[in-house]
């Protein structure tokens, strides 16, 4: 292998495992520093994943009760819906034997953060955000400029409502809607191009008084707190560095958490 | 959570906090994709059985390992699937070559039916409308490297290209099905 442009004309082929063992590995190793040809990639894969979508096809019905035994925690509930039109439902699975039980606590090691970095947007490009509205070591006079921009923006006299409301209308801003799985709960913010940052509404409902909300912003990166909004979040600033990934919004405890620990309650879906 | 209405993401990552409920969900969505693919390549259910088996257990001891940058849940699953598929077409093709001690290039024009399996599935008319919509080279590599489980290397033998010819039509093809899809709205269902 030689060369990004010989690497680059077996991307089509790598997503399709088209590819010998050594071009497999350079290209792989490739991709960990190249997030263009990363971009290329998953858009090649999900042409392949369209094409391997034709082949669907229903699962035995025992296929289910094998990987249920294989788990190690005791047999799970088997899927009573098929993904497909025409799959029969699943008979329950048989109780395991010789499984392997690993004990909730074991289970609950599972790093949050490490997932919730593998989840973040599909369609976005690893980012760096900044936390907080001031950080003070900045480095790059760029970045700086802004900063002075936004603070500039908050050492206005009206208030924080009225300054995110002004974003809000501004067509040059990006609106970014926030939801719950369920649509029950609901968020709003807005980010100026300099990467000021509003969350202007909520719907979620108050925390006990040893809880916060935190807001997020997930990448490939990783979970990046953006600040902490208190028991009932109100109109809140926020600064970003770079393009939005995801936004989400968690329930943590009182004074926030340096990585998120539950699952967020609102997501943004762009 | 409810899992049933849980987006994938959200799914990936109650999967991450051991929730089986989740994991169950993830089978319900994507299972039959990932059988059928694996099926159509081995042709061979208890093969394609191990290998379903082999993907969702391996999501659900790594569910890290899943990265949405790269792609929607469905695409990694079934890149695992046809990653894992293709490891056992080669091993066994290698197999047989040893044992058939055998020069012969099995891979023959023709000797692939997989257009005409691909018009038999309904479900996915738009997908193979926008393949015929191909020019023929670019067509061809695509269904011998993914259906047919074969390096960009053998497909040039079989379509008797050079091997950079293959490379550039894989590409270009995947390329100009992906716009298709994006403008028809049919990016594959996550």
């Given at each position: 292998m030689n060369g990004h442009d010989e690497l680059i004309s077996l991307l089509g082929a790598y997503a399709l495992d088209a590819v010998d063992d050594g071009e497999r590995q350079a290209i792989a190793e490739h991709l960990d520093l190249c997030a263009d040809c990363r971009a290329e990639v998953a858009r090649h894969l999900e042409v392949a994943a369209a094409l391997g979508t034709t082949a669907a096809s229903a699962a035995p019905d025992e296929l289910w009760a094998n990987i249920a035994l294989h788990l190690g925690d005791g047999p799970l509930e088997a899927p009573d819906s098929p993904p497909l039109p025409g799959l029969a439902p699943l008979r329950p699975p048989a109780a395991p034997t010789g499984a392997t039980v690993v004990s909730l606590d074991e289970r609950r090691r599972r790093p949050l953060g490490a997932i919730l970095a593998s989840v973040a947007a599909a369609a976005a490009v690893v980012v760096f955000l900044t936390v907080?509205?001031?950080?003070?070591?900045?480095?790059?006079a760029e970045l700086a400029a802004q900063n002075a921009d936004f603070a500039a923006q908050i050492a206005q006299p009206s208030s924080i409502e009225d300054v995110a409301q002004e974003a809000l209308a501004n067509p040059a801003n990006r609106v970014i809607e926030l939801a719950s799985d369920t649509g029950d709960e609901s968020a709003r913010a807005v980010v100026t191009p300099s990467g000021g940052g509003y969350l202007v509404s909520s719907t979620l409902d108050p925390l006990p008084a040893e809880r916060t909300y935190q807001l997020w912003s997930i990448s490939g990166a990783g979970a990046i707190s953006l600040g902490v909004l208190g028991r009932d979040p109100g109109t809140t600033a926020f600064h970003v560095q770079g393009p939005i990934t995801t936004l989400a919004i968690t329930a943590e405890r009182e004074g926030g958490v340096p990585s998120p620990e539950n699952i967020p309650l609102v997501t943004s879906t762009a | 959570m409810d899992h049933r209405t849980a987006s994938d993401v959200n799914l990936v990552i109650a999967v991450g906090r051991y929730d089986q409920a989740a994991l169950t969900e993830v089978y319900r969505r994507h299972g039959g994709a990932i059988f059928g693919l694996a099926l159509r390549l081995l042709r061979d259910r208890s093969l394609a059985e191990d290998v379903v088996q082999t993907v969702i257990i391996g999501f659900w001891d790594?569910?890290?390992?899943?990265?949405?940058e790269r792609g929607a849940l469905r695409s990694y699953l079934l890149a695992q699937t046809h990653g894992r598929s293709v490891d056992l077409i080669r091993a066994e093709s290698a197999r047989h070559r040893r044992e058939e001690r055998a020069g012969r290039n099995d891979l023959r024009r023709g000797d692939y039916d997989l257009e005409r399996e691909v018009v038999d599935l309904a479900a996915a008319e738009h997908v193979k409308d926008i393949l015929g919509t191909l020019p023929d080279g670019e067509r061809q590599a695509i269904e011998l490297a993914?259906?047919?489980?074969?390096?960009y290397k053998e497909v040039a033998v079989a379509l008797d290209q050079p091997e950079g010819t293959v490379k550039s039509r894989i590409r270009s093809g995947l390329r100009r099905m992906q716009t298709e899809l994006t403008q028809a709205g049919t990016e594959a269902p996550s």
């Amino acid at each position: 292998m030689n060369g990004h442009d010989e690497l680059i004309s077996l991307l089509g082929a790598y997503a399709l495992d088209a590819v010998d063992d050594g071009e497999r590995q350079a290209i792989a190793e490739h991709l960990d520093l190249c997030a263009d040809c990363r971009a290329e990639v998953a858009r090649h894969l999900e042409v392949a994943a369209a094409l391997g979508t034709t082949a669907a096809s229903a699962a035995p019905d025992e296929l289910w009760a094998n990987i249920a035994l294989h788990l190690g925690d005791g047999p799970l509930e088997a899927p009573d819906s098929p993904p497909l039109p025409g799959l029969a439902p699943l008979r329950p699975p048989a109780a395991p034997t010789g499984a392997t039980v690993v004990s909730l606590d074991e289970r609950r090691r599972r790093p949050l953060g490490a997932i919730l970095a593998s989840v973040a947007a599909a369609a976005a490009v690893v980012v760096f955000l900044t936390v907080g509205l001031v950080q003070a070591n900045r480095q790059n006079a760029e970045l700086a400029a802004q900063n002075a921009d936004f603070a500039a923006q908050i050492a206005q006299p009206s208030s924080i409502e009225d300054v995110a409301q002004e974003a809000l209308a501004n067509p040059a801003n990006r609106v970014i809607e926030l939801a719950s799985d369920t649509g029950d709960e609901s968020a709003r913010a807005v980010v100026t191009p300099s990467g000021g940052g509003y969350l202007v509404s909520s719907t979620l409902d108050p925390l006990p008084a040893e809880r916060t909300y935190q807001l997020w912003s997930i990448s490939g990166a990783g979970a990046i707190s953006l600040g902490v909004l208190g028991r009932d979040p109100g109109t809140t600033a926020f600064h970003v560095q770079g393009p939005i990934t995801t936004l989400a919004i968690t329930a943590e405890r009182e004074g926030g958490v340096p990585s998120p620990e539950n699952i967020p309650l609102v997501t943004s879906t762009a | 959570m409810d899992h049933r209405t849980a987006s994938d993401v959200n799914l990936v990552i109650a999967v991450g906090r051991y929730d089986q409920a989740a994991l169950t969900e993830v089978y319900r969505r994507h299972g039959g994709a990932i059988f059928g693919l694996a099926l159509r390549l081995l042709r061979d259910r208890s093969l394609a059985e191990d290998v379903v088996q082999t993907v969702i257990i391996g999501f659900w001891d790594h569910p890290d390992r899943f990265d949405a940058e790269r792609g929607a849940l469905r695409s990694y699953l079934l890149a695992q699937t046809h990653g894992r598929s293709v490891d056992l077409i080669r091993a066994e093709s290698a197999r047989h070559r040893r044992e058939e001690r055998a020069g012969r290039n099995d891979l023959r024009r023709g000797d692939y039916d997989l257009e005409r399996e691909v018009v038999d599935l309904a479900a996915a008319e738009h997908v193979k409308d926008i393949l015929g919509t191909l020019p023929d080279g670019e067509r061809q590599a695509i269904e011998l490297a993914y259906f047919g489980g074969h390096t960009y290397k053998e497909v040039a033998v079989a379509l008797d290209q050079p091997e950079g010819t293959v490379k550039s039509r894989i590409r270009s093809g995947l390329r100009r099905m992906q716009t298709e899809l994006t403008q028809a709205g049919t990016e594959a269902p996550s």
